[in-house]
Every structure is written in C-alpha cells, then in structure tokens.
C-alpha cells in the first residue's frame, strides 16, 4: 500500500493569483497521477508525472494552467496558475501500488479543495 | 476510447435490500476493473477488483466481458454502505479513469 499526504487541504485564493499543491507519498513510485474532481463531477485525470520527464497531460488540459515538478519519486506539486472561479474544485494526487496475487490499485490523497472568490 | 459509464447518479434503498451499482465499459483490449468508494469525510479507496473475484464488505462484481459490465452487487444492503461508489477502469498508458459516480443511500 501507500500513504499519500497532500498539503495544503483546502484554500481559498483571489482569482488572478496561482496555487502549489504538495503531494509526498511514503514509498517510491514511477508514475503519480493528478484529478480534478470539480462538484457533482466525477476524477477528471489532468496529468501524468514521472520523475525525470514532463508530464503527460490529458486532453483539455495544459501546461502552462497546471505545471507539475516530480523531482524525485516521492514527490510531486501541481500548481493551478492564473485561477478564476471556475478552477474552483477538489485536486487530488494519486499513485499505483501492486497488491497481493496480482493486479494493481489506484491509493489517493485526501484533496486539496480550492475555492476561488 | 477508454470510457465508463454508471447511468444512475443516485440509488435510494431500504436496509436489508438487494442492491445493484451499474457499470458498463467501452475498452478494445483487456481491461483491469475496479470499484472506488468515499465515505462522508474520508478519501477515495479501493473497494474491490475484478482480477481477485473477492467478495469485500458483502459486495460482490462480475466482470461480463459479452455486456462490458462489472455491476455491483450486494444482497443486504446496510446503512453504513451510504457512499459514493465509482466504477473505474484501468486500461492503456497505465491510467485510470472512473465513470460519473453512484450515490449509495441506505434508508433505515
């Protein structure tokens, strides 16, 4: 399994302005996934981020609106640049881990939610 | 295209009743499929897998590769199953995507 800490856990920020959402997981991960879950909705995949390589972004999402670091393989940010209020929404970290006899699973943070005034 | 679909946003029973999530899949090779819950105030986590064919909290999920489905079901629903449930597949490229969500209530 693995632990994922995401900080901060919730914010509130001016529109304009831009946000660093931390992600530290307590084992070492190739890969480690960023959601957006925006109310009502369900996990929207922004990007994908593996340590010493850019980050893979889904449709419909960019670089310059969400840079992602990954400088090492616990750790990743994701910051929301430029916000209005339509970023407003629950960001959420996630990585891979290998289970017993097989397969694999999806472990998350607890979110960050952000509200843009 | 990767996609999963759950047509019902909201599923009201009575405690002691069967339930049934619905989930179906579009997928051109072979998919690995889950079941997310989030309980009130609690992250996103594994509920179960369909490559372990194990029954978790009383829930079961076939995967029916001929309907592309993976419902889930459990025959006695109670109230502490109240949640969002979220079918998710994981397919090519390593990512995981998940269906629109089904919230569970258990009515007393």
């Known amino acids: 399994s693995a632990v994922i800490s995401q900080k901060p856990s919730r914010d509130i920020c001016q529109r304009g302005t831009s946000l660093t959402i931390q992600c530290q997981v307590d084992s070492q991960v190739t890969m480690m996934f960023w959601y957006r879950q925006q109310p009502g909705q369900s996990l929207t995949l922004i990007a994908t981020a593996n340590q010493g390589s850019e980050a893979t972004y889904e449709s419909g999402f960019v670089i310059d609106k969400f840079p992602i670091s990954r400088p090492n393989l616990t750790f990743s940010t994701l910051t929301v640049s430029n916000m209005s209020p339509e970023d407003s929404s629950i960001y959420l970290c996630?990585?891979?881990?290998?289970?017993?006899?097989?397969?694999?699973?999806?472990?998350f943070g607890q979110g960050t939610r952000l509200t843009v005034v | 295209a990767q996609r999963v679909t759950q047509p019902e946003k909201l599923l009201s029973v009575f405690k002691g009743a069967p339930v049934e999530l619905k989930c179906n899949y579009s997928?051109?090779?072979?998919?690995?499929l889950f079941w997310y819950v989030q309980y009130s105030r609690q992250r996103l986590q594994l509920l179960l897998r369909?490559?372990s064919r194990e029954s978790i909290k009383g829930f079961t999920a076939d995967l029916n590769k001929g309907e592309t489905s993976f419902h889930l079901k459990k025959p006695f629903a109670q109230e502490e199953d109240s949640a969002m449930y979220y079918c998710a597949l994981r397919g090519g490229g390593f990512k995981t995507i998940f269906g629109a969500g089904t919230r569970l209530f258990v009515k007393a």
């Open positions: 369909h490559i």
């Open positions: 997928y051109s090779g072979s998919p690995e």
């Open positions: 996630s990585v891979e881990g290998g289970t017993g006899g097989g397969g694999t699973e999806a472990f």
